[in-house]
């Protein structure tokens, strides 16, 4: 099996004609994150075409098409759970007004303009159209000083219980320090977030030690390198580590063997030892130490990678605990862009 083209094969799947990519196929994922259309692009950003362009743009129209709402949170703080930029919309980029949601995510938002700033500054990529593209990021990076990140609780990466959470801080420093060549962002902005993660570390939160989510710190935001670095993978492999993949933190509802019958507001020690694994914390393993220039660990996380495959180089969201059963979100396009990502980078550094 020719795993990578596969796997580019499953992620052309996601991308719709409008160049935003829908998060899986199935029922329950059939919308566009922006935070997982980040990811998804991230393959392509050194690639000579114009995809990464493309849903560059796309986003940009999203955040455009609600710029009245960023415009008003660019002075006032947001309160209200609807009043934060909406992480998740249909497949044509509208709001989803039926559900409530945890709006508050910072991370994807740092996230996005790492990838604006990354693109256009280390890749030369012309990304903006014209002034409202350049404005709607210098917005961007106004809201999220006005929401006060470092020290605001958001609902994080896994769109869960509001905390300041590290991973997403160091997001929005990453994405803050992208975009300064780009549009103006005050030293301080950054500091605050600094200062708010040395606090942190090495924690995600109050309420946990260690969580998936910290592997961005290290890949692809690099805020972490060195002895931090190494401390940040030694938790994740010693607390988070499964046959099939990685759980996002120790008792996890979501997918757990035990939400069916009992649903996810028992305490968290209720759910210790039937988390889903998820496919992508491999990978994103693999990443980490190639940041670290450890090529055994690598490629050894390519292997658990490839081994966690299902026909076709599918990579599931997440498989029940101690399983090979996949949950219903089947392919992931994270998963799929995480392995492309880890594949190539190796291949890259041992060329």
């Known amino acids: 099996m020719n795993h990578l083209k596969e796997s580019y094969h499953l992620l052309a799947t996601f991308k719709q004609p409008n160049h935003l990519y829908l998060a899986s196929h199935s029922n329950d994922y059939h919308y566009f994150w922006i935070r997982d259309a980040v ?13 990464f362009t493309d849903t560059m743009r796309a986003i940009l129209d999203v955040f455009l098409r609600y710029e009245w709402k960023i415009d008003i949170h660019t002075s006032q703080r947001p309160q209200a759970m609807y009043e934060y930029i909406h992480a998740r919309y249909c497949p044509d980029g509208f709001e989803i007004h039926e559900q409530e949601w945890g709006h508050a995510q910072h991370d994807m938002i740092g996230a996005f303009l790492f990838a604006i700033g990354t693109g256009m500054y280390k890749y030369k990529k012309n990304i903006f159209r014209n002034e409202r593209d350049h404005n709607i990021v210098q917005k961007l990076v106004l809201y999220l000083m006005c929401c006060r990140y470092w020290e605001d609780e958001d609902n994080g990466m896994w769109e869960e219980d509001r905390e300041i959470h590290a991973s997403s801080i160091g997001a929005c420093v990453a994405g803050l320090k992208a975009v300064q060549p780009i549009v103006f962002v005050p030293q301080e902005a950054i500091e605050y977030g600094q200062s708010s993660l040395d606090s942190l570390f090495p924690r995600e939160s109050w309420s946990k030690e260690v969580d998936l989510a910290q592997l961005s710190l290290i890949y692809p935001y690099q805020i972490y390198q060195g002895d931090k670095a190494k401390i940040i993978l030694e938790n994740v492999e010693r ?6 993949g990685v759980i996002r933190y120790q008792g996890d509802s979501y997918y757990s063997k035990l939400e069916k019958d009992y649903g996810r507001h028992q305490d968290r020690t209720f759910y210790y030892g039937t988390e889903a694994e998820w496919t992508f914390g491999l990978p994103w393993l693999s990443l980490c130490y190639q940041v670290l220039n450890d090529d055994n660990r690598s ?11 299902l026909e076709e180089a599918i990579l599931p969201e997440a498989y029940f605990a101690e399983t090979k059963e996949p949950n219903p979100n089947t392919p992931l396009g994270w998963s799929s862009a995480m392995y492309i990502l880890a594949e190539e980078k190796r291949g890259y550094a041992s060329a």
Not at 39 to 51: A, F
Not at 239 to 244: G, M, P
């Open 299 to 309: 490629t050894f996380y390519l292997s658990r990678t490839k081994e966690a495959m």
């Open 39 to 51: 990811y998804m692009s991230l393959p392509y950003l050194d690639k000579d075409c114009p995809t």
């Open 239 to 244: 607390h988070l580590l499964r046959t099939n």
